[in-house]
T-cell receptor, first 115, second 112 residues
Framework: AAGVIQSPRHLIKEKRETATLKCYPI?????VYWYQQGPGQDPQFLIS???????DKGSIPDRFSAQQFSDYHSELNMSSLELGDSALYFC??????????????FGPGTRLTVL | GESVGLHLPTLSVQEGDNSIINCAYS??????FIWYKQESGKGPQFIID?????DKRQGQRVTVLLNKTVKHLSLQIAATQPGDSAVYFC???????????FGTGTRLKVLA
């Protein structure tokens, strides 16, 4: 079965650089979620999109932005990278109709390292 | 791959024994709860879920118990196997929101 695809899987950047993470949801899933997981931490919700509109926002820094495109893939743009941004970034998707009871399917994550 | 849960609480159990992993949630308005398993370098994998109108739900070798009075959730794994070794997270969600709030994970180590 198709799963959530994230690219790249690994990314190394310098401080103050920018990074773009991509997420391709499971086919026919219309909701995408982004999470950040630091070493030894639980995943922290960043932002979500439903039908290409932002649906909820968590602890996402102002330096980050995200969007969902017409084909439902999503991109997380990160600017002015800081050392503390080094983490695993997970994307998850869920199918319609959205509800609190819809399971979120997680991708394999992108490991971002900021030097 | 990256080691997930470097400083997380650890539960060590003998292979074949039952495991119980506990989780306290924070929001009394949460009405949907999920347990995820995360292996090193991988994304969280769904194990089992439960809605707030239930106290117990069983799956294959796993049972989730929900105590809304004390805002406590537990995951029971029967006949624990080496492949169960991973970090386990509980997550809570509330109707009308588009996010999960994850609790502190627990590392499960299965001893042969």
């Amino acid at each position: 079965a198709a799963g959530v695809i994230q690219s790249p899987r690994h990314l190394i950047k310098e401080k103050r650089e920018t990074a773009t993470l991509k997420c391709y949801p499971i086919p026919r899933h219309d909701t995408v979620y982004w999470y950040q997981q630091g070493p030894g931490q639980d995943p922290q919700f960043l932002i979500s999109f439903y039908e290409k509109m932002q649906s909820d926002k968590g602890s996402i820094p102002d330096r980050f932005s995200a969007q969902q495109f017409s084909d439902y893939h999503s991109e997380l743009n990160m600017s002015s990278l800081e050392l503390g941004d080094s983490a695993l970034y997970f994307c998850a998707s869920s199918p319609p109709p959205w509800g609190a009871y819809n399971e979120q399917f997680f991708g394999p994550g992108t490991r971002l390292t900021v030097l | 791959g990256e080691s997930v849960g470097l400083h997380l609480p650890t539960l060590s159990v003998q292979e074949g024994d039952n495991s119980i992993i506990n989780c306290a949630y924070s929001n009394s308005a949460s009405d949907y709860f999920i347990w995820y398993k995360q292996e090193s370098g991988k994304g969280p994998q769904f194990i089992i879920d439960i809605r707030s109108n239930m106290d117990k739900r069983q799956g294959q070798r796993v049972t989730v118990l929900l105590n809304k009075t004390v805002k406590h959730l537990s995951l029971q794994i029967a006949a624990t196997q080496p492949g169960d070794s991973a970090v386990y997270f509980c997550a809570e969600s509330t109707s009308g929101t588009y996010k999960y709030i994850f609790g502190t994970g627990t590392r499960l180590k299965v001893l042969a």
